[in-house]
C-alpha cells in the first residue's frame, strides 16, 4: 500500500499569513494527489485536485503543486475561514490513503 | 445542486451488522463512481470501499475485506454500505462521496454527506 506522509502535523498562522503544507508519498503516485479540507462537525471538502487543479468555487488563494511523491498546498494569505484541518489523499492506486491530516490554528 | 444523504446508523453491539444507505441526487448518479470514508472520533479519514458506475466494479481496505460489502442500486440513486461482524474499532461517521469519474481510479472525492455516525458498543 502506498502510504501518506504529512507535515506538520499541526501550526498556528496569523491572518495574512503565507502558509505551505507538505504532503509526502511512499512511492511514485505522479499526479494523482488530491487536498481536502475539513472544519470541526463537517464533512471534508475538496480544494485541490491532480495536484495542481482548483476546483471549482474554491479561492484562488489555495494553490496546490508537486508531482511523483512530493507535494505541498499553499495558503497565500490565510483568512478566518480557513483555520480548519487538512488532508491529502492518493487517487492513484487503491487503497486510497489519506495523509494524517495538518491543523491550522489561529495564532 | 449535488446532495448526498447517509443514513442507517445508530449503535450497534459487538458482532452486530449494519447497513448503510446514501441518497443521491442533483447528478446522473450511474455516471459516477462513489465511495464510503469513515472518520473515527478525534481521527483523521479512512477510505473504507469503493464503486465504479456500473457498480462492476468494487474496491476494499485492506482492513474492510471480507467484512463489507458496497453495492449500489442505480434505478433508485442509492449507495449501499453492508457492514458485518461489527467490533469498537469501526465506531466512526460514515461519510459517502461522488467521485469525479465512472471509475474509482483515479478519481478525486467531489462531493460529499454529513455522514451517519455509528457507535459500536455494548
Known amino acids: 500500500d502506498i502510504q501518506m506522509t504529512q507535515s506538520p502535523s499541526s501550526l498556528s498562522a496569523y491572518v495574512g499569513d503565507r502558509v505551505t503544507i507538505t504532503c509526502r508519498a511512499s512511492?511514485?503516485?505522479?499526479?494523482?494527489l488530491n487536498w481536502y479540507q475539513q472544519k470541526p462537525g463537517k464533512a471534508p471538502k475538496l480544494l485541490i485536485y491532480a495536484a495542481s487543479s482548483l476546483q471549482s468555487g474554491v479561492p484562488s488563494r489555495f494553490s496546490g503543486s508537486g508531482s511523483g511523491t512530493d507535494f505541498t498546498l499553499t495558503i497565500s494569505s490565510l483568512q478566518p475561514e480557513d483555520f480548519a484541518t487538512y488532508y491529502c489523499q492518493q487517487s492513484y492506486s487503491s487503497p486510497f490513503i489519506f495523509g494524517p491530516g495538518t491543523k491550522v490554528n489561529i495564532k | 445542486e449535488v446532495q448526498l444523504l447517509e443514513s442507517g446508523g445508530g449503535l450497534v453491539q459487538p458482532g452486530g451488522s449494519l447497513r448503510l444507505s446514501c441518497a443521491a441526487s442533483?447528478?446522473?448518479?450511474?455516471?459516477?463512481?462513489m465511495s464510503w470514508v469513515r472518520q473515527a472520533p478525534g481521527k483523521g479519514l479512512e477510505w473504507v470501499s469503493g464503486i465504479s458506475g456500473s457498480g462492476g466494479s468494487t474496491l476494499y481496505a485492506d482492513s474492510e475485506k471480507g467484512r463489507c460489502t458496497i453495492s449500489r442500486d442505480n434505478s433508485k440513486n442509492t449507495l449501499y454500505l453492508q457492514i458485518n461482524s461489527l467490533r469498537a474499532e469501526d465506531t466512526a461517521v460514515y461519510f459517502c462521496?461522488?467521485?469525479?469519474?465512472?471509475?474509482?481510479?483515479?478519481?478525486?472525492?467531489?462531493?460529499w454527506g454529513q455522514g451517519t455516525p455509528v457507535t459500536v458498543s455494548s
Open positions: 462521496a461522488k467521485l469525479t469519474f465512472v471509475s474509482v481510479v483515479p478519481s478525486s472525492f467531489d462531493d
Open positions: 442533483g447528478f446522473t448518479f450511474s455516471s459516477h463512481a
Open positions: 512511492q511514485s503516485i505522479t499526479s494523482y
